[in-house]
């Protein structure tokens, strides 16, 4: 549906890169009403936290700031274009991360960084993957990630396909873990499961259950897995290196 400012020479995605990178000055129609792109944005990040992505919208974001719907159309043309600024400001800049520690040692701290990041606007994983990243804010957790593999004797293809996969496995493995999470409790679900299980059909699952592999509640599962899944994959990701280092 077209919006008060909507330009159809101009895609939505062209429009919030604009805006993102300071390349367009929103809000330069009509009379000045003391509001800016960058406080939209806080207000929209500030209704998210409260209450979530699913309430975000232009009239939810304008009542939050005591303006009318209409006055955001001078900053922000859709709610599409407000989401994509949302989610490259929500994610942050990167912390400092350790300097001529190797490469594995760098990228998993990067790796757990971005998982803080997310853990700060845990709704931040409930957002729509449109698009690419391309704001400045996710250029420079790219930029960082890359910086960590500067030392090691690959191409730089080959580099930014590892960052891009570090970068996707936690971001995947933290949404499904929150969207089970949102689902409700799972704590029934290795004694239900034991009711049904046949040891001839499912003989190497009875197995786990027998040894209480579901069953650790010392281990905090979102870590563990996370941290689990992140080593063996950088644990793949020695052997690919040191190939390139081999004469």
């Given at each position: 549906m077209d919006t008060p400012e909507a330009d159809s020479g101009t895609s939505a995605a062209a429009k919030s890169f604009a805006l993102m990178w300071g390349l367009d000055e929103p809000g330069t129609r009509?009379?000045?009403?003391?509001l800016s792109l960058d406080q939209v944005i806080?207000?929209?990040?500030?209704?998210?936290?409260?209450?979530g992505v699913t309430a975000l919208s232009m009239s939810r974001v304008a009542k939050h700031l005591g303006f009318?719907?209409?006055?955001l159309y001078r900053y922000v043309d859709s709610k599409?274009?407000?989401?994509?600024l949302v989610s490259d400001r929500a994610i942050?800049?990167?912390?400092?991360?350790?300097?001529q520690v190797g490469w594995r040692a760098g990228i998993e701290a990067w790796a757990w960084g971005i998982a803080a990041s997310m853990r700060r606007h845990p709704w931040f994983l409930d957002l729509p993957l449109a698009a690419p990243p391309m704001g400045p804010c996710n250029m420079a957790w790219l930029d960082a990630g890359l910086g960590m593999f500067a030392e090691a004797a690959v191409p730089e293809s080959i580099k930014l396909q590892l960052v891009l996969n570090v970068s996707l496995y936690m971001i995947g493995r933290m949404r499904v873990a929150k969207e089970?999470?949102?689902?409700g409790e799972t704590d029934e679900y290795?004694?239900?499961?034991?009711?049904?299980?046949?040891?001839?059909?499912?003989?190497?699952?009875?197995?786990?259950?027998?040894a209480q592999a579901f069953e650790d509640d010392d281990v905090e599962w979102d870590d563990a897995d996370l941290r689990f899944g992140l080593d063996r994959l950088l644990d793949g990701y020695e052997q690919f290196i040191r190939s390139y280092e081999q004469p």
């Amino acid at each position: 549906m077209d919006t008060p400012e909507a330009d159809s020479g101009t895609s939505a995605a062209a429009k919030s890169f604009a805006l993102m990178w300071g390349l367009d000055e929103p809000g330069t129609r009509g009379p000045k009403r003391g509001l800016s792109l960058d406080q939209v944005i806080a207000a929209a990040i500030e209704v998210a936290d409260a209450e979530g992505v699913t309430a975000l919208s232009m009239s939810r974001v304008a009542k939050h700031l005591g303006f009318t719907t209409m006055s955001l159309y001078r900053y922000v043309d859709s709610k599409d274009t407000l989401l994509t600024l949302v989610s490259d400001r929500a994610i942050g800049l990167p912390p400092e991360l350790p300097a001529q520690v190797g490469w594995r040692a760098g990228i998993e701290a990067w790796a757990w960084g971005i998982a803080a990041s997310m853990r700060r606007h845990p709704w931040f994983l409930d957002l729509p993957l449109a698009a690419p990243p391309m704001g400045p804010c996710n250029m420079a957790w790219l930029d960082a990630g890359l910086g960590m593999f500067a030392e090691a004797a690959v191409p730089e293809s080959i580099k930014l396909q590892l960052v891009l996969n570090v970068s996707l496995y936690m971001i995947g493995r933290m949404r499904v873990a929150k969207e089970m999470a949102d689902g409700g409790e799972t704590d029934e679900y290795p004694a239900l499961l034991s009711q049904v299980l046949d040891p001839q059909r499912f003989p190497a699952l009875t197995r786990a259950f027998a040894a209480q592999a579901f069953e650790d509640d010392d281990v905090e599962w979102d870590d563990a897995d996370l941290r689990f899944g992140l080593d063996r994959l950088l644990d793949g990701y020695e052997q690919f290196i040191r190939s390139y280092e081999q004469p």
